[in-house]
């Protein structure tokens, strides 16, 4: 959505919503703006319906508040709990049948570097564990084998949130849900080795207990997939209601993960990195 | 029951962790002058930022 279309006729400024009127004038589209400035303009994310301390919806959140041009970006989803922040963005937005959003976004680049040869136009992939680890698998891991200029984002809370608490690949072991009462049988998919073998320029794992690292990674995957190749980024987003702790607890737990089994992880590939001295230079 | 949060301005001192910690959008909001404040409209109550709040400035009622 580029400025251009964002900005209503004088005439009929006054008749439009409050909330659009505050993003014509606040929104983070003028200028560069960062995790560090939240709070202080106009986020493109709206109301959710996300249940109360999701750790999904503060992802997604961040991710959304760290995007290096807002106005140049795509995002793709899939049905799941990520989605319900991101039907409420003042992005472009493209929602896909579930488990093809890598495939949806493959196209999605191609066509638009065709129709925007001058520009760069982002194409991110936010969706949840489900999406990436078990019935998108396929379509993520050979985005990644046929080195498409994606940015892949998956927001990990363990859980299929939204239809019950059912486990996904990305549970862990022994962890016991409403539909997996005996507990899970095998361990989490080790998607972000999956990443570094399969070709990504760049990957990242963070938790949502440290947005800063959240917003370098996010802007880092997005810088380098418009050069060099896809790029993946994991954020560990608890779920209070499906794994059964207060919800003032979401970023405790996700410390102690970070602490434990989710520490902060990087690589970067020799080119990616060269590209990146390029560019932090010419800034 | 309606639960939202509340600032106390005085122990506040602006360091914006709540923020940083809230999963709403558009809910906790910074002027120039480091004051906090909420729109408690669209407060769910779900207690982080109070647990972020390293002043305790902040409680859920």
Redesign the interface.
């Known amino acids: 959505m580029s400025l251009r279309i964002l900005k209503p006729t004088a005439e009929f400024a006054d008749l439009l919503p409050k909330e659009y009127q505050e993003l014509v004038e606040n929104g983070p589209y003028h200028e560069q703006k960062g995790i560090s400035d939240l709070g202080t303009f106009k986020e493109i994310i709206e109301e959710h319906p996300h249940c109360a301390g999701c750790g999904v919806a503060l992802g997604v959140r961040l991710v959304a508040a760290s995007l290096p041009a807002p106005a140049d970006t795509l995002i793709i989803g899939t049905p799941g709990c990520s989605f319900f922040g991101l039907a409420q963005t003042a992005l472009n937005y493209s929602n896909t049948a579930f488990g093809n959003q890598n495939a949806v976004a493959s196209g999605l680049k191609r066509m638009l570097k065709i129709r925007y040869p001058d520009r760069n136009k982002d194409v991110v992939v936010l969706v949840g564990d489900g999406g990436i680890a078990d019935i998108g698998l396929d379509m993520t891991l050979h985005s990644w084998l046929r080195r498409e200029n994606i940015t892949t984002i998956m927001v990990d809370n363990e859980v299929y949130g939204n239809t019950g608490g059912q486990e996904s690949g990305m549970t862990k072991e022994g962890q016991v849900l409403n539909m997996a009462p005996e507990g899970k049988k095998f361990p989490k998919i080790p998607v972000f080795e999956l990443a570094r073998t399969s070709g990504c320029a760049y990957g990242a794992r963070v938790t949502v207990a440290s947005p800063r690292k959240i917003g370098e990674a996010v802007k880092k995957a997005i810088l380098v997939a418009r050069e060099v190749g896809p790029t993946y980024v994991q954020i560990y987003t608890p779920c209070p209601t499906n794994l059964k702790f207060p919800p003032d607890q979401t970023v405790k737990v996700a410390k102690d993960a970070e602490a434990g089994y989710y520490s902060f992880e990087e690589f970067i590939s020799p080119e990616a990195q060269e590209y990146m001295q390029k560019t932090t230079k010419a800034v | 029951m309606y639960v939202a949060a509340r600032v106390d301005e005085e122990k506040c001192n602006g360091c ?1 962790l709540c ?8 809910v ?4 120039k002058a480091k004051n906090i404040g909420i729109n408690q409209a ?1 407060c ?5 930022c ?3 709040c390293p002043k305790e400035a902040l409680t859920v009622s």
């Open positions: 914006k923020i940083l910690t809230c999963p709403d959008p558009n906790i909001s910074i002027d669209r769910k109550g779900c207690g982080l109070v647990v972020a």
